[in-house]
């Protein structure tokens, strides 16, 4: 199941205690399915749990039975859509009217008298986000947004957001393939949001990811700069051989070196691996890090003239 999936459904498990928070969350999700008309009333998504949330809140709060029909979304991968919708021009004019609507508006608004409560704001977006509402698989982003068919109706939720309290966030509008999307970025702002809806697990598995990714990173990171410090003690470690082995081929080979060089000279050949701290105190009369390289310095001049 996907993160958004699995979302969905943990906000489906508990039902708001609340009768305002019960239609709250029922306008929420029919206001922001596919249509909100005189013509037709309908949400489609593919999370079941959600399909049958809109058809049980619609009977219980405004007496109207909806119509559940599934089709086959992706063939592949076997996912099927659920379609909830409102049969019958009286049934719908039930609907509309139960929440402030008609069938004559030219743009469709948020009606904020279904709000009646406080507490209703939660439960009003809980509906939005079950009904055209997705959330990004924290391994892979920290996104949720809502994709809604028309701009005025976009614009209302994002003022609607940005206007709650406890949130403080201001959300993203866009225009995606003709429909508008109102979206939140960074991991804070999306579990804020999961937690506010009412998906607590879901914003604790977010934020445990987070924490996963960073602990991994900061591994990797350590890991790629030990190596790249490893790998510079390698190279600078062979290019010293090479000059002191072409000292060794040399006519009169190591003893035309002063006995202080040959000395660190047979020893790194012997240690390549060696620092030149390590390489230091293992000289008969210890030497720093310094004074180990500025003698492989000389051996190198050395065998430059060679
Ligand atoms: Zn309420």
């Known amino acids: 199941m996907s993160f958004a999936s699995e979302t969905k459904t943990e906000?489906?498990?508990?039902?708001p205690q609340n009768s305002c928070c019960r239609k709250a969350e029922c306008y929420g999700m029919l206001l922001f399915g596919r249509s909100f008309s005189g013509n037709s009333v309908s949400l489609t998504t593919?999370?079941?749990?959600?399909?049958?949330?809109?058809?049980?809140?619609?009977?219980?709060?405004v007496g109207v039975f909806v119509d559940i029909s599934t089709s086959l979304l992706r063939?592949?991968?076997?996912?099927?859509?659920?379609?909830?919708?409102?049969?019958?021009?009286?049934?719908?004019?039930?609907?509309?009217?139960?929440?402030?609507?008609?069938?004559k508006e030219i743009h469709l608004r948020i009606n904020r008298a279904n709000m009646e409560n406080d507490c209703c704001a939660c439960a009003f977006l809980r509906g939005v986000f079950l009904s055209c509402g997705t959330?990004?698989?924290?391994?892979?982003?920290?996104?949720?947004?809502?994709?809604?068919?028309?701009?005025?109706?976009?614009?209302?939720?994002?003022?609607?957001?940005?206007?709650?309290?406890?949130?403080?966030?201001?959300?993203?509008?866009?225009?995606?393939?003709?429909s508008y999307v109102v979206y939140i970025k960074g991991s804070e702002h999306v579990a804020d949001f999961l937690t506010y809806m009412g998906a607590g697990k879901a914003a604790m598995s977010l934020m445990q990811t987070k924490m996963?990714?960073?602990?991994?990173?900061n591994v990797n990171r350590k890991t790629n700069f030990e190596t790249a410090n490893l790998d510079k003690t390698a190279s600078a470690a062979a290019e010293q051989i090479v000059a002191i082995e072409?000292?060794?081929?040399?006519?009169?080979?190591?003893?035309?070196?002063?006995?202080?060089?040959?000395?660190?000279?047979?020893?790194?050949?012997?240690?390549?691996?060696?620092?030149?701290?390590?390489?230091?105190?293992?000289?008969?009369?210890?030497?720093?890090?310094?004074?180990?390289?500025?003698?492989?310095?000389r051996i190198m001049d050395i065998a430059r003239v060679l």
């Open 11 to 15: 906000l489906c498990q508990a039902v």
């Open 46 to 61: 593919e999370n079941s749990s959600a399909a049958h949330r809109a058809a049980q809140l619609t009977a219980e709060t």
């Open 75 to 103: 063939r592949k991968e076997r996912k099927s859509a659920f379609t909830v919708s409102v049969s019958g021009d009286g049934q719908r004019e039930t609907v509309l009217a139960y929440f402030g609507h008609t069938d």
């Open 135 to 178: 959330v990004s698989d924290p391994q892979k982003d920290y996104h949720l947004e809502f994709v809604v068919p028309f701009m005025n109706l976009a614009k209302d939720l994002s003022s609607f957001i940005s206007e709650i309290y406890e949130l403080d966030l201001q959300p993203g509008l866009l225009n995606r393939k003709g």
């Open 212 to 217: 996963l990714k960073e602990v991994r990173n």
């Open 246 to 297: 072409k000292i060794i081929r040399s006519a009169g080979g190591l003893s035309t070196l002063p006995e202080e060089l040959r000395e660190l000279a047979v020893l790194r050949c012997r240690y390549p691996e060696m620092s030149l701290r390590e390489l230091g105190a293992m000289l008969s009369d210890p030497l720093s890090r310094s004074g180990v390289n500025h003698r492989l310095q």
